[in-house]
């Protein structure tokens, strides 16, 4: 399978196979916070491009009850990720290779809610559509997928955002910070409506989007 461009844009620090991002230590807890008081009781998350895996231990160290999927298409990420569940207790699950712009990325998966933190403003628009289209197709009625990251959101857009959109930009031109209006219009084009909006720190949200009845 063919990996994406890379995406990390920061120096990551290493000690084995378990990798450290500067970012993910500083809004994994407020992450887990926020997600604590989402999430079902012992639900089966999906996580969408899961990076080094610090996201996912410390979702489940916040909810023990979860048990987490994560998942991500470069295989040093994966190789993090599980050397970070080791230390989970066994709730999370082995990572799988997973690249949302392929379709039926979704097909033998299982999950009550899905996650994805930081992916669509570094991956073409098309990993934005693929992730709604798969989650869709994966998630029952009433169940919710959750996008972190930042967002242009009009005149209100945090000036760090707009200097992040044109770096992304410069960097690759099918990258970029996403209006918040653009992702609302495609999560409604495949079925979800956004039922929140969290302000997270940095000038990040957390949004959550759920599944219509079909
Ligand atoms: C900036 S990192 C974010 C990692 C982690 N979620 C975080 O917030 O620290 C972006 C991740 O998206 C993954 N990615 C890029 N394109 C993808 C795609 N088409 N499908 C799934 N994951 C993808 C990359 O492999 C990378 O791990």
Not at 106 to 117: H, I, K, N, P
Not at 149 to 159: R, V
């Amino acid at each position: 399978m063919k990996s994406p461009l890379p995406s990390a844009l920061e120096e990551r620090g290493a000690l084995g196979a378990r990798l450290s991002s500067p970012s993910a230590a500083r809004n994994r807890a407020a992450i887990a916070q926020a997600l604590t008081g989402l999430l079902p009781d012992a639900a089966r998350v999906l996580e969408i491009a899961s990076g080094t895996g610090e996201h996912a231990l410390a979702c489940v160290k916040a909810r023990p009850d979860i048990v987490w999927t994560p998942s991500d298409p470069a295989p040093g990420a994966r190789a993090s990720i599980d050397a970070w569940a080791l230390v989970a207790d066994g709730t999370i699950s082995p990572a799988h290779d997973l690249d949302v712009t392929h379709d039926g990325w979704q097909r033998g998966l299982e999950a009550d809610a899905v996650f994805c933190a930081n992916m669509i403003h570094i991956a073409p628009w098309a990993a934005a559509q693929g992730l709604f289209a798969g989650a869709s197709a994966l998630l029952k009625p009433g169940a919710q997928l959750h996008l972190y990251g930042p967002f242009l959101e009009g005149e209100a857009t945090a000036p760090s955002n707009l200097e992040f959109d044109a770096s992304l930009r410069a960097r690759h031109p099918g990258w970029g910070v996403r209006a918040l209006t653009d992702v609302d219009a495609l999560a409604a084009g495949c079925g979800f409506e956004r039922t929140g909006r969290l302000e997270m720190p940095a000038n990040n949200r957390l949004l959550s989007y759920q599944r219509s009845p079909s």
